[in-house]
């Protein structure tokens, strides 16, 4: 199994940044497609941005395109999630998943296999 470690959430008012990490503990990210999901209350969960770490070729919901960046380090250990301008409906968990490159057809939650525990991301108005 792989153990995700998801962190970087917080309480942020609309219009800031916040970045969000996700790692694994002695694990790299190289072959693997990660992505970020994130459930508010009372709501599916939802796709918000993947990475493949074979070809860099990312995906961004419309919710998010412009204003978030998903990258990874030189190493591939860490996998970021860079929020900017962040809107009061960006409020939910935000989860980190991983699923094979040889796997990966789709930024769907379905898609990933192992998934980090989420951290709390809060939009203030």
């Known amino acids: 199994d792989v153990q995700l470690q998801a962190s970087g959430g917080g309480v942020v008012q609309a219009g800031g940044s916040l970045r969000l990490s996700c790692s694994a503990s002695r694990f790299s990210f190289d072959d693997y497609a990660i992505g970020w999901f994130r459930q508010a209350p009372g709501k599916e969960r939802e796709a918000v941005s993947c990475i493949s770490t074979v070809n860099l070729a990312t995906y961004y919901s419309d919710s998010v395109k412009g204003r978030f960046t998903i990258s990874t380090d030189n190493a591939k250990t860490t996998v970021y999630l860079h929020m900017n301008r962040l809107k009061s409906e960006d409020t939910a968990v935000y989860f980190c998943?991983?699923?094979?490159?040889?796997?990966?057809?789709?930024?769907?939650?379905?898609?990933?296999?192992?998934w980090g525990q989420g951290t709390q991301v809060t939009v203030s108005s």
């Open positions: 998943a991983v699923v094979l490159e040889g796997d990966y057809n789709a930024c769907r939650a379905s898609e990933f296999d192992w």
